[in-house]
């Protein structure tokens, strides 16, 4: 992370990471946490404070009852370095400067005509000058970018491999937009970076395994197993999109047939909801008005897609036995037609104890996985 200090490389890292995602703590607690000396403690944080990343704040809290002098926690300063963060969907980039606790400083977007390469890569290196030369004038400080991208993305070597929305096959986006912006850019499944800001930055804090399910365009789930995320060894772990649950099924983008996002993904609903009302016009606030007036047909639809989603979130809870699950994403701006079915599908297929697992709805705005973008730049200056 910081060549000055590599001969405590693991020791720095393991401060600055805990500081970064549970602070303020002091050097006691930090030393209690890490199963570290307070000795090594104290080595690790001094270059940090040198370099201005830590700062010892006023003493708060005793080391012990009755004796000892106040305790000085230890702290972030956000503004040490800022990180931009850019969610690519199909029609629109949405683009975000963070500091080093992921706070969101400005925000941006930007249209997009069509998702061809070219196109998108201009209208990206606009966004980040727009960004980074606005308010808050953050150039000076601002080093890495961080990329959220749908599909099939090999963040070792920022790879887009596959992604069905953009229509992407193995592109080379991390060198490209790199040649674009002299940044340092780390390219990461978009789903994965929303999952990696709650990990550091939200819901899952302190979490020893949870799971974030995004219901939208498609059905994604990124996993923390045992304090970490994870990719596997293709980098699709947690597709729950492509379990199949009906052999019987819709044929779906990726070449199986009856997977949860070829029942359940926006595109699907739409497809469904057309063909039950007989409109082959219909968009998808359409057929979300239809099914709240009562459209039995169309209501069916969402009902099916509900249960689909349930049963992958089932599947997810049998397998690594989260701690609590996460639902989010675009898709919940229709989630009073999915929720009943979400949790029967789940109640039902649930195993023994993996059916108490708590489902926690949290709605997130694309600005949240833009800042899930610029979260993965900030762990790529931390585990560089």
């Known amino acids: ?39 090594a403690v104290t080595k690790a944080a001094r270059p940090l404070i040198e370099m201005g990343y830590l700062e010892e704040l006023a003493a708060t809290e005793r080391t012990g009852p009755g004796a000892g002098r106040p305790a000085s926690p230890l702290a972030i300063r956000a503004d040490r370095e800022f990180f931009v963060g850019v969610k690519i969907t199909g029609d629109e980039l949405i683009g975000v400067v963070c500091d080093l606790r992921a706070e969101v400083r400005t925000t941006a977007h930007r249209r997009l005509a069509v998702p061809q390469v070219d196109h998108v890569l201009i209208e990206l290196g606009e966004l980040v000058d727009e960004l980074l030369d606005g308010p808050g004038d953050y150039r000076a400080r601002t080093r890495r970018l961080g990329l959220a991208v749908s599909g099939d993305v090999d963040r070792s070597t920022g790879l887009v491999r596959y992604s069905p929305f953009l229509h992407w096959h193995d592109l080379p986006l991390q060198e490209r937009v790199e040649k674009i912006t002299g940044l340092t850019v780390t390219v990461e499944n978009d789903v994965k970076a929303l999952t990696t800001a709650e990990h550091w930055f939200g819901e899952g804090v302190g979490a020893e395994s949870f799971a974030l399910v995004t219901v939208g365009a498609g059905i994604g789930c990124g996993l923390v197993v045992n304090g970490r995320l994870v990719s596997g060894s293709h980098g699709v772990a947690g597709e729950i999109g492509h379990i199949g649950i009906d052999v019987n099924g819709p044929a ?27 409109r082959p016009e219909l968009r ?26 349930g049963s992958g979130i089932a599947a997810v809870a049998n397998l690594v036995g989260p701690s609590r699950i996460v639902v989010s994403g675009e898709g919940l701006a229709a989630y009073d037609l999915f929720e009943p079915h979400i949790r029967a599908g789940f109640q039902r297929q649930a195993f023994g104890a993996a059916a108490d697992c708590p489902l926690s709805i949290r709605p997130l705005p694309f600005e949240e996985w833009a800042r899930g973008a610029a979260t993965v730049s900030i762990q790529a200056l931390v585990a560089a």
Do not use: K, N, Y
């Not at 995602?21 to 006691?28: F, H, L, N």
């Not at 199986?256 to 063909?275: L, S, T, W």
């Open 1 to 39: 992370m910081f060549p000055e200090v590599e001969a405590v490389a693991p020791a720095v890292t393991a401060v600055f990471t805990t500081v970064l995602t549970e602070g303020p703590i002091s050097r006691v607690a930090l030393a209690r946490r890490l199963d570290l000396s307070s000795a």
């Open 252 to 278: 779906c983008h990726c070449g199986g047939r009856g997977c949860v996002e070829a029942i359940a993904g926006a595109d699907a609903i739409v497809r469904q909801a057309q063909a039950a009302a007989g």
């Open 284 to 309: 998808f606030d359409d057929a979300v008005a239809l099914a709240r007036a009562g459209d039995g047909p169309v209501g069916a639809v969402f009902a099916r897609a509900g249960d689909a989603i």
